[in-house]
């Protein structure tokens, strides 16, 4: 398994409307990120603070900035350190990686799901959320 390229995939196919936060963290986000909470409507994510409609994609994706413009498009979160917990978790299983064609993914994973679901859990062991 390679390291995250920072494709983004995994954010564009899942940051607009598939992605809940938890209500522990909207609060926290009122309390102490309202620039965060601005997107935030009848408790669900992501909303335009201005108009209210549902976003197609989180507005804290970013295209990190190139050293050469014809380089591949790199994806940063601004939020990363207060992303929802379910940003946090993903990717969660080798099957969900293969199904969303995850950049991390290599040949001998897909030999062995069981091998790589266990590197990819002690891979994301410093990105999901302590229980």
Not at 54 to 75: G, M, R, S
Not at 96 to 102: A, F, L
Request: net charge negative.
């Amino acid at each position: 398994m390679k390291e995250c390229n920072q494709c983004g995939k995994c954010c564009i196919k899942y940051g607009g409307g598939d992605l809940n936060a938890t209500q522990e963290e909207i609060d926290l986000w009122e309390l102490f990120n309202p620039d965060i909470f601005a997107f935030v409507k009848n408790n669900q994510i992501w909303h335009d603070p201005q108009s209210g409609e549902k976003l197609e994609q989180c507005p804290f994706l970013e295209i990190a900035p190139k050293k050469d413009p014809l380089a591949t498009n790199k994806y940063t979160c601004s939020i990363y350190l207060d992303r929802p917990e379910d940003c946090q978790h993903y990717p969660s299983l080798i099957t969900e990686m293969v199904t969303d064609e995850c950049e991390m993914i290599e040949t001998s994973d897909l030999q062995n799901y069981k091998k790589a679901q266990n590197k990819l859990d002690i891979l994301m062991l410093d990105s999901r959320p302590k229980r």
